[in-house]
C-alpha cells in the first residue's frame, strides 16, 4: 500500500500549471516582438515603462490563454483514470498544440497587421481580409519572418508537452481529485475574467496601465481583443438623457437656408491612400515628398487641425461620403449594423440632378467599397476590372495611381455636369511599392517616403491633365487622406496625432471663403461641401459646415473601447462610463499630464458633448434613423 505522501494529488494539477505557465511565457516573448516590431507606432519613453506593461501584461495574457485551453483545462483536470490512457494523452497533446499555435499565429499575424489598423485585429478585420484576397498573399510574403516565428512557437508547444508528463499509474484519490477540479473551474472563472472585480477584464481596462493610449495594444493582447470583438456585435443603448433632450441638443438633421441660388458646381473628392499630415512638408515646415501638393495648398482653403474620425479606410470611407464617424469597433460596413440605409453626399446631389461615380482602382469586392457606394446614393463604382490596360496592374492591391488618375480624369471629361466623383487612391500603402520607372528615377529613396512621392506626382499629372477640360474651372476640389500612415514623428504618434489628415478645398480662378472654424473632421466634408454649394434641402449628419460659423466644434474618434473628444484646445478620454483622462493637448502636445483630477469647466462642457453624441450614434444604429427626413 503507497503512502498519503507517495500519492501527490497535485501531479496533475501541477503540470497543468507548468504547461500554462510555457503558454504565459511565450506570450510574454509575443509582447516583446510585438513592442520591437512597432516600436515606432508606439510612445514608450523609458525601459521602465516597458517592464511595466509586460508585468501587467499578465493579466490580459492569463485571461486569453484561460479562454483558449478552457478544453485543455478540461482534459487535464477531469476526475477519471482514463487521463493515464495512452492514447488519450496523444489527443490531449494535439489539442494544446493545436489551439494555441493558432493562437500564436493570430499574434505574430497581428504584429505585422498592427502597421495597417493601429490597434489590435478585431473580427470585423477577417471579413475585410475576404474582400481583399489578392493582397493577403502578398502581406503574408513581406512577413514571412513573423510566419516563421509563429512555426517557431508551435514547434515549440510541440516539444514542451511530449516532454513533460506526470509519471504513470501514480495512484490519486478520486474525492480529492473531485475537490481538485472543483476548485480549478473557480480558478479558471477567476483568470479568464482577471481577477474577482466586478467587471471582467477585456482591452479596454489597458487604460489603466497604459501612460499613453498609443500604448495601450502593448498591454493587451489579439487573442483577448478577437475573443471580446466575436462577442460584442450589437450595441447596447446608452440612456444619459432623454431622448428629446438629445434631438435638441445634438440634432443630427440639417438645413441650410442659403441666400443666394444652388451653385450647380462639379464636386471631386480625392481620398489618398494612408496620406498623414506627416508626409507633406506645408504642415511641418520642411521640404517634403509632396511638392505639388505644398504649392495647392498654399492656393487652396485649409484648417489647421484637421483629423479622420479612423484609422481604417472603411472608416474613412463612411466618415467622408456620408457624415458618419466610426465609434465603435466594427466598421459600419462590416458590422451588425451593414444593412443600415445612408443617404451620403451622392445621394443628396442627385436630388439636384448631379451624376455621381465612385472610382477605386482595387480588385473586385476591395474593403466592400462597392456595396457601400451604392448604398450611399453613387450612380456606378469603377474598380480595377473596369479599368482597360491589364499591364497596369501593381500585382498586389490593384492599378497605379498614375494611369489610374490619367483614366479618372478622362472618364470625368464624358461624364455629363454637374457630377459629383470620389476617387480613392491605391499608393502610399504598405508594401510602399511605385512602378519600376518612378524607382529607378529616386534609387535611394526610402521606400515609404518615395511612395509619398509617387502619390504627389500622380496628383500632379490628375491636375495637369484636367487643366486642359471644359469641367475644370467649375468644379470644387477636396483632397484629404482615409487615415494616416506609418509615422515616424513622436507628435503624430500619441492618441490624437495618428488621426493627423489634410482636409484641403480648391477652387479653380477662385477664392473660397476662408472657415473660421478651428478645426475640422472628416464627417464635416460633407455638410461643408453642401453648404459650399447652397444646397436647401435637408439631410443627415454628424458633421458640421466649416463655412457656417458654428465656433463650438469637436473631433470624433474611438478605438479600443475609448472614446476620444477634441475640441482644438483640450482633449478627453471616455471610456462610456466614465472620464478616464483629460489633456491640455494645444499645450501639452504629447499629452504627459493627465488633468482628470482638476474639475473643470471645459471638461464638464467636453463630457456632455461626448455623452450626447454617443447616445444619438448607438439610437441611429439601432433604429436605423441615420435617414430621417
Known amino acids: 500500500m503507497n503512502s498519503i505522501s507517495d500519492r501527490n494529488e497535485f501531479s496533475y494539477f ?28 508606439l510612445n514608450v519613453q523609458s525601459f521602465t515603462e516597458l517592464l511595466s506593461y509586460l508585468f501587467f501584461g499578465w493579466r490580459f495574457d492569463i485571461a486569453a490563454l484561460t479562454y483558449i485551453n478552457l478544453l485543455f483545462i478540461l482534459m487535464s483536470l477531469i476526475p477519471f483514470s482514463f487521463r493515464d490512457n495512452k492514447w488519450y494523452k496523444k489527443i490531449q497533446h494535439l489539442v494544446y498544440v493545436i489551439i494555441n499555435g493558432l493562437a500564436f499565429a493570430l499574434e505574430f499575424g497581428d504584429i505585422g497587421y498592427f502597421q495597417f489598423a493601429f490597434r489590435r485585429v478585431n473580427r470585423s478585420d477577417f471579413e475585410m481580409l475576404g474582400t481583399v484576397q489578392n493582397t493577403t498573399g502578398n502581406i503574408i510574403f513581406d512577413f514571412w519572418y513573423l510566419l516563421a516565428f509563429a512555426i517557431l512557437f508551435a ?45 471582467p477584464v477585456m482591452p479596454l481596462t489597458a487604460a489603466k496601465y497604459a501612460k499613453d493610449m498609443a500604448n495601450m495594444p502593448l498591454v493587451t493582447n489579439a487573442s483577448l481583443g478577437l475573443l471580446f470583438s466575436v462577442q460584442q456585435r450589437y450595441l447596447d443603448a446608452k440612456n444619459y438623457f432623454p431622448q ?9 438633421v440639417q438645413q441650410f437656408q442659403p441666400s443666394e441660388p444652388f451653385k450647380n458646381e462639379n464636386v471631386v473628392v480625392i481620398i489618398l491612400e494612408s496620406f498623414g499630415k506627416e508626409y507633406i512638408g506645408h504642415f511641418n515646415e520642411y521640404e517634403g515628398n509632396t511638392p505639388f501638393l505644398d504649392s495647392l495648398i498654399k492656393q487652396g482653403t485649409y484648417i489647421k487641425q484637421t483629423y479622420s474620425n479612423g484609422s481604417r479606410s472603411t472608416e474613412g470611407m463612411v466618415a467622408i461620403s456620408a457624415g458618419i464617424p466610426s465609434l465603435m469597433e466594427d466598421p459600419l460596413m462590416f458590422s451588425a449594423y451593414q444593412g443600415n440605409r445612408v443617404d ?121 491633365t484636367a487643366r486642359q477640360m471644359d469641367w475644370y474651372d467649375n468644379t470644387l476640389f477636396i483632397i484629404t487622406a482615409d487615415h494616416i500612415g506609418e509615422s515616424r514623428q513622436k507628435k503624430y504618434k500619441n492618441t490624437i496625432g495618428k488621426y493627423q489628415v489634410p482636409i484641403l478645398f480648391y477652387k479653380p ?58 475640441d482644438g484646445q483640450y482633449l478627453l478620454l471616455h471610456d462610456g462610463e466614465e472620464t478616464i483622462g483629460f489633456y491640455d493637448y494645444l499645450g501639452d502636445p504629447m499629452l504627459g499630464n493627465n488633468l482628470l483630477g482638476n474639475k473643470s469647466e471645459a471638461q464638464e462642457e467636453m463630457e456632455l458633448q461626448l455623452k450626447l453624441v454617443v447616445q444619438q450614434y448607438r439610437v441611429c444604429l439601432r433604429e436605423n434613423l441615420f435617414v430621417r427626413h
Not at 428629446?244 to 443630427?252: A, H, T, W
Not at 455621381?356 to 450612380?379: I, K, Q, V, W
Not at 520607372?437 to 511612395?451: A, C, G, K, Q
Request: net charge negative.
Open 155 to 199: 514547434f515549440l508547444l510541440f516539444l514542451f508537452v511530449w516532454k513533460s508528463e506526470v509519471y504513470e499509474n501514480r495512484i490519486t484519490t478520486p474525492f480529492i481529485q473531485a475537490l481538485i477540479f472543483l476548485g480549478s473551474i473557480f480558478l479558471c472563472v477567476a483568470s479568464a475574467r482577471g481577477g474577482i472585480q466586478n467587471r
Open 509 to 566: 480662378l477662385s477664392t473660397i471663403q476662408q472657415p473660421t472654424a478651428k478645426l475640422m473632421q472628416h464627417i464635416d466634408i460633407q455638410p461643408s461641401i453642401l453648404d459650399y454649394l447652397n444646397y436647401d434641402l435637408p439631410f443627415s449628419t454628424f458633421g458640421n459646415s466649416v463655412f457656417s460659423g458654428e465656433n463650438n466644434r469637436y473631433m470624433y474618434a474611438f478605438s479600443s473601447g475609448v472614446y476620444k473628444l477634441l
Open 344 to 464: 451620403g453626399t451622392a445621394a443628396l446631389l442627385k436630388k439636384k440632378g448631379y451624376h455621381t461615380s465612385f472610382y477605386h482602382g482595387a480588385n473586385e469586392g476591395s474593403m466592400e467599397f462597392e456595396r457601400f457606394s451604392l448604398l450611399n446614393g453613387f450612380d456606378k463604382y469603377i474598380d480595377r476590372n473596369d479599368y482597360p490596360i491589364t499591364t497596369d496592374y501593381d500585382g498586389s492591391w490593384g492599378i497605379w495611381d498614375v494611369p489610374f488618375f490619367q483614366y479618372f480624369a478622362n472618364e470625368l471629361d464624358e461624364t455629363p455636369a454637374p457630377f459629383y466623383a470620389v476617387f480613392f487612391s491605391m499608393t502610399s500603402h504598405h508594401p510602399f511599392k511605385t512602378e519600376d520607372w518612378f524607382e529607378e528615377n529616386y534609387p535611394d529613396m526610402e521606400p515609404l517616403y518615395r511612395s509619398v512621392r509617387y502619390a504627389d506626382f500622380a496628383l500632379q499629372q490628375f491636375f495637369e
Open 14 to 41: 501541477f503540470l497543468l500549471l507548468k504547461r500554462l505557465g510555457f503558454v504565459l511565457f511565450l506570450f510574454t516573448l509575443t509582447r516583446l516582438a510585438f513592442y520591437f516590431f512597432n516600436q515606432h507606432l
Open 244 to 252: 428629446s433632450k438629445v434631438d435638441q441638443l445634438f440634432p443630427i
